[in-house]
């Protein structure tokens, strides 16, 4: 059987992540999931796709190195 790939981080997969942060880490993007009004997930993914890429939104917008 094959897994099918998903195009965004679901509920369920934020909190396993948000669980295997340190507690400051996961406490900063929880506070911003409040301060902007975006779920949990959002913010994780703009979190990795920023560290990946500085100009970039999110995933959509993510080409690795060019924020360099």
Excluded at 51 to 66: Q, S
């Amino acid at each position: 059987m094959q897994a099918k790939l998903q195009e965004q981080l679901t509920s369920a997969d934020a909190e396993v992540i948000l669980g295997r942060l340190p507690k400051r880490i996961r406490e900063a993007l929880i506070a911003r999931t409040t301060e902007i009004e975006y779920p949990v997930e959002a913010v994780i993914e703009m979190a990795i796709a920023n560290f990946l890429d500085t100009e970039a939104l999110g995933f959509a917008d993510c080409k690795p190195g060019r924020g360099q």
